[in-house]
């Protein structure tokens, strides 16, 4: 039932450019119009939203965060992510033009399901965005759009992972569909890109080997730290969280404009720091600032471990370690530059002897508050 591979989460990695053809099948049409009536929420009801709220936990926290870049810019409405286990203890401003969007693989995840059961009660429309057919989470929404990534056995998500962030923007290119925000030339190519998508996750797939042979030289580290930006700085957590079921060993991610508010003090030698580089393109100042913070981090002493896409050359004089992504249109880079990140977490964990599929204290889905 691996399909040969030692373990479910090897074939679950391997599996994800199926998996995001799968939860994009049938919700573009060829000339990129985007047809989701399944998800019941009438376009009258989006056109009212005033503001969009999104609960999840642990990875499916992660792609919320992502899913706020890409709904506030495509449809430039007000859009919040908040841990499903803080949402409902601190009084959140819910009302019936409030559109709550649970993310959850397993759809039984006990914070989450108490977080929209909270936003429905105060009248906000809730619609789930979940793997796991008829389970509670969508049973409990006003709608619900399914990532068909298949079943994920693997505790540590993968290719639900990359299915949320799927299904978030396509809930995103809807809204700003339905209501006519910005539908321009910059929004069809971002549909016509997504549309392809699994061809480059294919293609980073292929280029793996060097990322396994630089975590097996880690295996004995203690720490690693994880940089990003803008749409990165949700990966840079990803990764770490990654690594921390996996390979258990001290991972953070920061945000790399944070790193002069307290983290550069942690920078010593020989510290490995990946850093996940947001595209050159459309947001050039940021892109610059984090080159600075590469160099920042090497002059004090970190090895640099850079993810950057093909083509950005300015990276190059400051990675010791260079793994490159496809271009993306901007804020579907966390779709290819997640998987270096899990490949990188599962092969340290095989290298440290872990369990790699049933981490240490760990459930696949948690049904306790
Ligand atoms: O089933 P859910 O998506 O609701 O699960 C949420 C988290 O428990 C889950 O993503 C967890 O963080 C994973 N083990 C991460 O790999």
């Known amino acids: 039932e691996k399909g040969g591979y030692d373990y479910f989460m090897l074939k679950e990695i391997a599996e994800q450019p199926k998996a995001v053809a799968d939860t994009l099948l049938g919700r573009i ?4 119009v985007l047809s989701l009536d399944e998800v019941r929420i009438p376009p009258a009801v989006l056109r009212e939203v005033d503001k969009v709220v999104i609960v999840a936990c642990g990875t499916a926290y992660h792609a919320g965060m992502i899913a706020k870049y890409a709904i506030e810019h495509w449809t430039r409405i007000p859009c919040e992510t908040e841990l499903a286990s803080e949402f409902r203890y601190r009084d959140p401003i819910l009302d019936r033009h409030t559109l709550v969007i649970a993310i959850s693989q397993s759809g039984e995840t006990m914070d989450t ?15 789930a965005i979940c793997n796991t057919n008829g389970s509670t989470i969508p049973r409990e929404s006003d709608a619900v759009l399914y990532t068909h990534a298949g079943p994920e056995v693997a505790v540590a998500s993968t290719k639900a992972f990359l299915t949320q962030l799927v299904a978030c923007y396509l809930v995103a290119l809807y809204v700003a569909q339905v209501r006519g925000t910005k539908w321009g030339d910059e929004i069809r190519a971002v549909v016509r890109e997504l549309a392809a998508i699994g061809t480059q996750v294919e293609q980073v797939l292929g280029t793996m080997e060097p990322v396994r042979e630089l975590a097996r030289s880690l295996a004995d580290k203690n720490t690693v730290l994880f940089l990003g930006r803008h749409v990165s700085y949700p990966v840079a957590l990803e990764g770490a969280l990654k690594l921390k079921e996996l390979a258990y060993m001290h991972a953070e991610g920061f945000a790399a404009g944070e ?3 307290g983290p550069i003090a942690l920078i010593e030698d020989d510290l490995p720091v990946v850093v996940v580089v947001p595209s050159p393109r459309g947001r050039s100042v940021l892109h610059d600032k ?4 590469i160099q920042e981090i090497r002059a004090r002493g970190a090895r640099t471990i850079v993810i950057a896409e093909e083509g950005d050359e300015a990276v190059v004089p400051y990675a010791d370690h260079l793994v490159r992504i496809p271009r993306t249109p901007v804020l579907l880079q966390p779709l290819v530059s ?3 990140l899990q490949v990188f977490a599962c092969e340290l964990a095989t290298a440290r002897g872990n369990e790699v599929d049933q981490p240490r204290n760990l459930a696949k889905s948690v049904t306790v508050e």
């Open 259 to 261: 790193l002069k508010h």
């Open 338 to 340: 997640t998987v270096p």
């Open 290 to 293: 984090i080159v600075s913070n």
């Open 113 to 127: 399901l108490m977080a929209l059961r909270h936003a429905r009660e105060q009248g906000a429309k809730v619609l």
């Open 29 to 32: 049409d060829a000339s990129g």
